[in-house]
Structures are given as C-alpha cells and as structure tokens.
C-alpha cells in the first residue's frame, strides 16, 4: 500500500448532507459516531465544512429545491472524493417515490460510491458500509 | 357538547342567520362553521375577542371542485373549530387575517403556494414551500394537476 | 437599512444533523435586528402523494413526515381514519400506543438535549446522553422491530403486542433512563457552561408566545401550561396520572427544564402503561381495500415538538380526497423569529435549536454587507466555535 492510499483510508473525513430526509437516516447516522457504534474508531470524522472531506454521507430523496445545492457541496469537495447514500429514499426515493417535488435518488444529481439500504439503515449498516467503502479504497 | 352550540349560536346572532351556511358538531371538542367570504375578517375577530379562540392552528386549502374551500382551523383550550370560507376557482381571494393572528403569515403563504390562493392585505406574499425554480402558475394541490400533468410540466417526460 | 446593519444568509445545510432550510438575518455588530426564514427544501409534495395511495399505503408515508416523531404522526392519521369509520379501538392497543408515543418523547427530547449541548460546546454532554439515548432506542426496538419509524399504529389497533415476560425489564430500563435524566438535570442546573449560555438566552415572553400562537414545550417554556394530552385528551391520557410541564422564565434554560421534566413525566406514563396494561386484542380488522365514509375530521396529537394537526377530508372512496399535515415546527417559527430578535450572533445556533426545530441549519452562511457590497461566508460549525469562543 503506498502512503497516500493509506493516509487517506485511515482518516476519512465524513461530511453529512440532508437532502429532504425524513430525519430518520440522520439522527442514525449521528448515532453512528456515538459512544456505543463509534464510527470514529476508523478514523472517521463528522466534519462541517465540505471543503475539509473525503466521503460525503447522503441521506434523503433529494427535494427540487435541495438539488443545486447537493451538486454545489459536491463540487466544493476536493479530488477523490466519494458519496454513500444512506436509506432507502437516497437510494431510489424510497416511499416518496412519484412524489412531485423529489428527484427519485441521490444517483440522479451526482455520481454515488456506496449505497446503504434500511429504511432507516440501523448504525451498524452505516458502519458496515463505510468499511465496506474504505476496503473498495485500498484500506 | 351544549357550549359548542351556545357558541354557535350567538355566533350565528352575531353575523346575522343569512351569512352562516352550515355549522356541525361532529363530536366532543369539535365544531365546523361555514360562512360567506367577505365576514371572515368579522368572524375571526368576534371569536378571537369573544369566544377566547386565540391559538390558530393552521389553515387547510381544499380544492372541492368547482370551489376552493380555506378553512381556518382555530383553537382554545378544549375546541378546534374549523371557520370556512369559500374562494371562487378562476380568482381565488381571501381577506388576509395577519393582523387578527400574528401567527397565520406562513400559514397563508402555504395556501397560496399549493392553491393559488391570494390573501388581501398580506405583508409579504412570497413563495414558502415550493422550490426556487418552480414555475409560475402550477399549484400542485388543485385536483387538475395531476402528478404526470406537473413532471411533464416541469421535466417535458411522465412517470 | 442602516449604514451599520448586514444580511447573513444561514443555511442550508448543517454539521450535526438535522434538515436543510435557510434563514436570512439582518445584523447591526453582534446583535440580530431581523429574520427572514425561507423553507421547503424538506418539501416533498406528501400530501398530493397521499391523496393518490390507498388508506393502508398512506400508513407509511404519513410516518416519514419526520423520522424522529414518526408515531405522533402515524397515531394522528390512524385517529382520524378510525373517527370517520367510526371505529372505537381495542383497550389494549391505546395502552401501546401511549406507551409509544411517550417512549418516542423520551428519545426525541434525549436527542435533543443532546444537540442543545453541542450547540452551546459541550461535547462531553452530548455523548453521554447519546449513549444513554440507546437505552430507549434498544426498548422501542424490542417492542417494535425497528430504531426509528416503528410502524406501531395501524388503523383499527397496533401491529405488535408486548410480552408479558419482558415488561420486567422494561421497567428495569425505565428506571436507568430516570436516573441517569436526574443525573443530566442536576447537571444542566448547576454545570457554568449551560447556565452561561443558556440562562437569558432567547427570551419570549408569555403574551407573545400566545400572540405568535407558539406550541409545544417552546410555549410551555413561556409559561403556559398548554398541552394537547391535558386539553384535549386523546387515547387513554386522561386515565392516567401525570402532569403539564411549565416553566416562566421563557428562555433556552426554561426549554431545556421543561423538557427534561417532560422526559420523568414520560417515564412514569410509560411505567403506568406497563404495569396498567389491559388483556384482550390489539386491534380491529381493517380491509387493506377498505373504502371510508364521506366525511370530515380533524386529529390533533402532542408530538414531542408540540401541537400536531391532521385533517381529512374523505369522499367515500379508497383514497382520501384531501389529506393535510401541520407540523408543530411550522408553528413555531414566528416566535422563533421574535426570539431571536434583538439577540446576539453567537446565539443563533443555541436559539434555533432551541426550539427543536426539525431543521435547525446554521452551515455555510453568507454574511453580505449591503452598503460596500463586501461579501464573506461562515458556515455553521464555524458560527458554531464562534459562538463557544465568544463566551469563553
């Protein structure tokens, strides 16, 4: 493993975006970096700011209005950077599927890495897929 | 039960028998009153001042058909009344009640986005809830359009 | 505007959790002088969607209004399809649903007093209470078969029943989660750094809260002890001992006691339930084809944020002709506004959370001073340490 593949796996720098979410994925992925999952025993850390991270964490059906916004951050991340959509609804809309005002899927605005189903994903999952992201890598 | 109809009695005596259409009691703690559009502005005071109804919950828009129904869900303590009024469908006006309610500004801004209903002597009438780029004129809650009528509207291709 | 006033855009996206919405304020130095909210990126066109499923279909979209109250708005839905059915529960079932629905507002006000401690920087606190948060999530798991969105209430009854050989530990659980919330009330009482930026913080008084038509624990905070559970009594609360919740000093303090008092008052009703929980069915039979009878009807639920509105409009079919959803987030957004009016800066991110809105978003900001045309962004995390560095 040369060094960059393995600094970068080693400290992924998560950062999480709501787009039209129920709420549910979100306050899982929160519970993820909790005490009793504790995502960032990987390294991993919930950061603010899209410019600072690696892996963007994508939760929601993605509403019209949140739409150029999601494609904003995205472009704000630098190079390489990897997007997981988090539940059912990221994945393909979910049960707002033919909903007028939802996209249908995080995969139609920007390119996804990592798809984690589960309406909602249980932290466990969320953990499961970002290994399973950070193994794709080269980890 | 008895003081939902006293209330709607004297409500009725006070905005004259020929204004209320229709008043029901569906059950303990409710009530639904339908009035003529232009004594909104009165009804809403009197119950406001008289009747101790000082919480509004929200407004509903319905569109009935050949109607648009706005139906202001008020509250006290142990009533939720529902006041009605109706809009006429090409030209939906309501009276806007923000002065009366402080409250009720974002719940008008609702209706107008998804109806197209205006309220007169509103403040600031923007778009709320729809997003930036959704154009004018589409209300997505009236009956005629449908879902496959907005996408292809909005993205040229149905479901 | 004046020469010294600036326009800060907040939103919408945040660090912690929660949705994407966007408030606008207009600043003079460190004092806010206006806000202007701007939401819907959360919209996604529900109520259309539901009047296009059946009423069964409707069960599990009505859920996903909001993950976190997500029984509050299935015990809504299932309240005003059942009154215009006419259909009266079993016993047993409103026992679980109350059961629930106050597990649900020991997890929802958990989180959010969890939130409130990162807000204000105390990180510690936050995950303590997250660990013990799992405590309650573990039990609505147990019961239900999921973490969040637990798909509980049906119309006619629940879906599941409770076994009689686990309510021991149940209770057992019940009686961790009281302690360790006495522990983080003694600490929100006495601890400098929640006292420092919580106590005075975001002040609405009594006649604005009623004038602004707030709700929930944002009212109750003001000093006014309105609550859907007492006023208008649904499901079997009237049976069952236990007490409003109200606080007047009407700050981000009074909102963090109120709430934790609420999450003891919870406590003891999901106690009451366990021990108090009648035999016989879960539910009635409700024909997944079933049509409804034309009607009106109007369901209100105290959801953990506050006063929750369902109204239904049905025209005999399978569907519901019209199907509308308040949520009590909605209602508090004036007196959010008022809240922070007049308030420094460095208070947004604990004011907005304050309220427990479901959406609190203070990334990426754009402060835009208007006059020399100079533009400069902050995000939240950023107004967020500003906020700590500022009280330090």
């Known amino acids: 493993m040369d060094i960059v593949t393995w600094a970068r796996t080693r400290s992924p720098w998560l950062i999480h975006f709501n787009a039209g979410a129920c709420n549910a994925c979100d306050i899982e992925v929160v519970a993820a970096i909790t005490p009793r999952f504790d995502l960032e025993r990987f390294g991993a850390l919930l950061k603010g700011s899209p410019r600072h991270a690696d892996v963007m964490v994508v939760t929601g059906s993605v509403s019209r209005q949140v739409r150029e916004r999601l494609k904003r951050i995205y472009e704000q991340m630098p190079e390489p950077k990897f997007v997981v959509a988090v539940g059912a609804c990221a994945i393909s809309g979910g049960v707002f599927q033919q909903c007028y005002n939802v996209m249908e899927g995080v995969d139609k605005v920007i390119p996804v890495d990592a798809y984690i189903p589960g309406c909602s994903p249980k932290p466990e999952a969320i953990l499961d897929g970002v290994v399973k992201l950070l193994k794709s890598a080269g980890y | ?159 | 505007m004046g020469k010294r006033e600036f326009t800060i855009h907040v939103g919408p996206q945040h660090p912690a959790l929660k949705e994407p919405e966007n408030f606008v304020f207009k600043v003079d130095g460190e004092y806010v002088v206006d806000v202007e909210p701007r939401i819907g990126y959360n919209h996604r066109g529900i109520e259309k969607a539901m009047e296009n499923r059946t009423y069964i279909q409707n069960l599990y979209i009505v859920e996903r209004v909001c993950g976190i109250c997500s029984n509050s708005h299935q015990t809504c839905y299932t309240q005003n399809v059942e009154e215009l059915l006419g259909m009266e529960i079993p016993e047993r079932a409103k026992y679980i649903r109350v059961l629930l629905a106050e597990l649900e507002r020991i997890h929802s006000h958990l989180l959010w007093l969890g939130v409130a401690a990162h807000e204000i920087g105390f990180d510690t606190l936050f995950y303590y209470i997250w660990r013990d948060r799992e405590v309650v999530m573990d039990m609505l798991e147990e019961i239900s078969g999921n973490r969040v969105n637990y798909a509980m209430p049906t119309i006619g009854g629940v879906r599941r029943d409770i076994a009689a050989d686990k309510i021991p530990k149940y209770l057992k659980m019940l009686d961790v989660l009281e302690e360790r919330t006495k522990f983080y009330k003694n600490i929100c009482a006495t601890e400098k750094t929640v006292l420092a930026r919580a106590d005075g913080v975001g002040f609405l008084s009594k006649e604005d809260a009623i004038r602004l038509n707030a709700v929930g624990p944002n009212l109750r905070a003001s000093g006014v002890a309105s609550d859907i559970r007492a006023d208008s009594p649904y499901l079997v609360y009237d049976e069952i001992p236990w007490n409003v919740i109200s606080y007047d000093s009407g700050d981000v303090f009074a909102n963090v006691l109120v709430r934790v008092d609420e999450t003891f008052e919870s406590v003891n009703i999901c106690r009451y339930c366990l021990e108090h929980l009648p035999d016989g069915p879960i539910r009635t039979i409700f024909s997944p084809l079933g049509k409804v009878p034309e009607g009106e009807a109007v369901s209100l639920v105290e959801a953990p944020r506050g006063e929750l509105i369902h109204y239904i409009q049905s025209r005999g079919t399978d569907k519901p002709y019209r199907y509308k959803i308040r949520a009590p987030t909605l209602g508090n957004i004036p007196a959010l506004c008022e809240k922070l009016r007049g308030g420094y800066i460095a208070d947004i991110p604990i004011v907005l959370a304050g309220i427990d809105p479901c959406f609190s978003c203070t990334d990426r900001m754009v402060f835009v001073d208007e006059d020399r045309d100079k533009r400069w962004e902050m995000n939240g995390e950023q107004l967020r340490r500003y906020g700590v560095e500022w009280y330090k």
């Open chain 2, 1 to 159: 039960m008895e003081d939902h109809k006293r209330l709607i009695g004297e409500f009725t005596e006070f905005l004259g028998a020929e204004n209320v259409m229709e008043s029901k009691v569906p059950r303990e703690r409710r009530v639904f009153v339908t009035i003529k559009t232009d004594k909104l502005r009165d009804a809403v005071k009197y119950l406001k001042d008289h009747e101790g109804l000082t919480h509004i919950t929200t407004i509903t828009g319905i569109d009935s058909g050949d109607e648009i129904e706005v139906l202001y869900h008020l509250a006290k303590k142990d009533l939720s009344l529902g006041l009605r009024v109706m809009a006429p469908m090409e030209e939906p006006v309501v009276d806007s009640i923000v002065d009366i309610f402080n409250g009720a500004g974002l719940y008008e801004r609702e209706v107008h986005d998804i109806l197209g209903v205006a309220f007169e002597g509103h403040p600031d009438m923007k778009r709320l809830i729809l997003p930036d780029e959704w154009p004018e004129g589409v209300h997505p809650l009236l009956k005629k359009w449908t879902l496959n009528k907005i996408r292809e509207t909005i993205d040229g291709k149905e479901w």
